[in-house]
């Protein structure tokens, strides 16, 4: 089994930045991904980034290209979000996911992991 944590959500005003991290506990046996979703309010789960266990395999969905980075630290079962001119949109539950199958297949599909943590909130005022 596999537990992440998230943390260094916040309240903040449009464009500043944060930086959320996941710490997991426990491992698939294996390499394994590591993404972020986004739960806003009256929205379905999003894709925001996802990497791979090779640091330089990362992916991203269009609102988050230019603006966050997402990266791993496989030594500390680790994986963090810099989220850099944050805007309104980005407001809701920031979750971290892992799993062995987004390895083989579609990173951005929220079904193909098998942890979750409980999410960290963010809020952006304009």
């Known amino acids: 089994q596999m537990q992440l944590v998230e943390s260094g959500g916040g309240s903040v005003q449009a464009g500043d930045s944060l930086r959320l991290s996941c710490a997991a506990s426990?491992?698939?046996?294996?390499?394994?991904?590591m993404a972020w979703f986004l739960e806003a309010p009256g929205k379905e789960r999003m894709f925001v980034a996802g990497i791979k266990w090779g640091a330089d395999n990362t992916y991203y969905a269009d609102t988050a290209k230019g603006r966050f980075i997402i990266s791993r630290d496989n030594s500390k079962n680790a994986a963090y979000l810099q989220m850099n001119d944050l805007k309104p949109e980005d407001t809701g539950i920031y979750l971290c996911a892992a799993g062995r199958p987004p390895m083989y297949g579609d990173i951005s599909v929220a079904t193909l992991y098998d942890f979750w943590g409980q999410g960290t909130q963010v809020t952006v005022s304009s």
């Open positions: 426990g491992r698939p046996t294996g390499p394994y991904a």
